[in-house]
Protein backbone atom coordinates (compact mmCIF):
# COMPACT_ATOMS: atom_id res chain seq x y z
CA UNK A 1 0.00 0.00 0.00
CA UNK A 2 1.09 3.31 -0.67
CA UNK A 3 0.25 6.18 1.70
CA UNK A 4 0.44 10.09 1.07
CA UNK A 5 -0.32 13.02 3.93
CA UNK A 6 -1.29 16.19 3.33
CA UNK A 7 -2.96 18.74 4.76
CA UNK A 8 0.09 20.07 6.97
CA UNK A 9 1.02 24.06 6.67
CA UNK A 10 2.20 27.02 9.26
CA UNK A 11 -0.42 28.24 11.57
CA UNK A 12 -0.37 30.16 14.53
CA UNK A 13 -0.57 28.82 18.37
CA UNK A 14 -3.72 28.05 18.96
CA UNK A 15 -5.07 27.37 15.60
CA UNK A 16 -6.01 23.96 13.43
CA UNK A 17 -5.38 21.98 11.08
CA UNK A 18 -6.78 18.51 9.31
CA UNK A 19 -4.42 15.86 8.08
CA UNK A 20 -5.07 14.09 5.96
CA UNK A 21 -3.68 9.79 4.66
CA UNK A 22 -4.87 8.88 1.48
CA UNK A 23 -4.26 5.22 0.80
CA UNK A 24 -3.44 2.95 -3.19
CA UNK A 25 -2.94 -0.02 -3.95
CA UNK A 26 -4.88 -1.67 -1.63
CA UNK A 27 -7.79 -1.17 0.48
CA UNK A 28 -7.54 0.76 3.82
CA UNK A 29 -9.92 -1.10 5.66
CA UNK A 30 -7.34 -3.90 5.94
CA UNK A 31 -4.96 -2.01 8.18
CA UNK A 32 -4.96 -0.15 11.65
CA UNK A 33 -3.39 2.84 10.74
CA UNK A 34 -0.96 5.55 12.77
CA UNK A 35 -0.06 8.93 12.87
CA UNK A 36 3.41 9.64 14.34
CA UNK A 37 5.48 12.93 14.29
CA UNK A 38 9.62 13.66 13.65
CA UNK A 39 10.81 17.01 15.12
CA UNK A 40 14.40 17.94 13.74
CA UNK A 41 17.37 15.72 15.77
CA UNK A 42 14.29 13.77 17.56
CA UNK A 43 13.11 10.70 17.04
CA UNK A 44 9.99 9.91 15.08
CA UNK A 45 7.52 9.58 17.90
CA UNK A 46 3.83 8.30 18.22
CA UNK A 47 0.65 10.00 17.99
CA UNK A 48 -2.40 8.42 17.32
CA UNK A 49 -3.77 5.03 16.33
CA UNK A 50 -6.73 3.96 15.29
CA UNK A 51 -8.26 0.45 14.60
CA UNK A 52 -9.37 -1.08 11.63
CA UNK A 53 -12.98 -0.31 11.69
CA UNK A 54 -11.84 2.80 13.63
CA UNK A 55 -13.99 1.78 16.78
CA UNK A 56 -11.04 1.68 18.96
CA UNK A 57 -8.39 5.18 19.15
CA UNK A 58 -5.47 5.64 21.40
CA UNK A 59 -3.25 9.35 21.53
CA UNK A 60 0.14 10.03 22.74
CA UNK A 61 -0.41 12.19 26.24
CA UNK A 62 0.13 15.65 24.74
CA UNK A 63 -2.53 14.80 21.70
CA UNK A 64 -5.18 13.60 24.17
CA UNK A 65 -8.20 16.26 24.07
CA UNK A 66 -6.81 18.20 21.24
CA UNK A 67 -6.12 15.85 18.33
CA UNK A 68 -8.44 13.58 16.82
CA UNK A 69 -7.96 10.47 14.65
CA UNK A 70 -10.60 9.07 12.15
CA UNK A 71 -11.08 7.03 8.96
CA UNK A 72 -13.31 6.79 6.16
CA UNK A 73 -12.50 3.86 5.11
CA UNK A 74 -14.83 3.87 1.94
CA UNK A 75 -12.48 6.59 0.96
CA UNK A 76 -9.64 4.95 1.55
CA UNK A 77 -8.37 7.88 4.03
CA UNK A 78 -7.32 8.15 7.62
CA UNK A 79 -7.40 11.96 8.71
CA UNK A 80 -5.76 13.79 12.22
CA UNK A 81 -7.72 16.85 13.10
CA UNK A 82 -5.11 18.84 15.46
CA UNK A 83 -6.87 21.76 17.71
CA UNK A 84 -4.86 23.79 20.00
CA UNK A 85 -1.69 23.43 18.15
CA UNK A 86 1.16 24.53 20.22
CA UNK A 87 4.86 25.43 18.53
CA UNK A 88 6.47 22.33 20.08
CA UNK A 89 3.46 20.19 17.87
CA UNK A 90 5.63 21.55 15.03
CA UNK A 91 7.79 18.02 12.83
CA UNK A 92 6.82 16.07 10.36
CA UNK A 93 3.92 14.25 10.05
CA UNK A 94 3.32 10.62 8.68
CA UNK A 95 0.89 8.39 8.66
CA UNK A 96 1.40 4.62 8.13
CA UNK A 97 -0.83 1.15 8.30
CA UNK A 98 -0.36 -1.69 10.45
CA UNK A 99 -1.39 -5.31 10.69
CA UNK A 100 -1.82 -5.01 14.13
CA UNK A 101 -3.45 -2.31 16.08
CA UNK A 102 -1.29 -0.33 18.70
CA UNK A 103 1.69 2.69 19.25
CA UNK A 104 4.77 0.93 19.03
CA UNK A 105 6.56 2.04 15.22
CA UNK A 106 7.77 -1.67 15.10
CA UNK A 107 4.17 -2.56 14.06
CA UNK A 108 3.90 -0.31 11.82
CA UNK A 109 5.03 -1.27 7.64
CA UNK A 110 4.47 1.39 5.05
CA UNK A 111 4.75 4.84 5.80
CA UNK A 112 3.93 7.71 3.54
CA UNK A 113 5.84 11.14 2.95
CA UNK A 114 5.19 13.28 5.39
CA UNK A 115 3.52 16.49 5.33
CA UNK A 116 5.42 19.68 7.30
CA UNK A 117 3.79 21.17 10.32
CA UNK A 118 5.21 24.51 11.49
CA UNK A 119 2.97 26.30 14.69
CA UNK A 120 4.73 29.66 15.49
CA UNK A 121 4.33 30.99 18.32
Known amino acids: VQLQASGGGLVQAGGSLRLSCTASGRALRTYAMGWFRQAPGKEREFVAA????????SYEDSAKGRFTISRDNAKNTVFLLMNSLKPEDTAIYYCANALSYGSHKSLYDSWGQGTQVTVSS
Open 50 to 57: ISRGGLTT
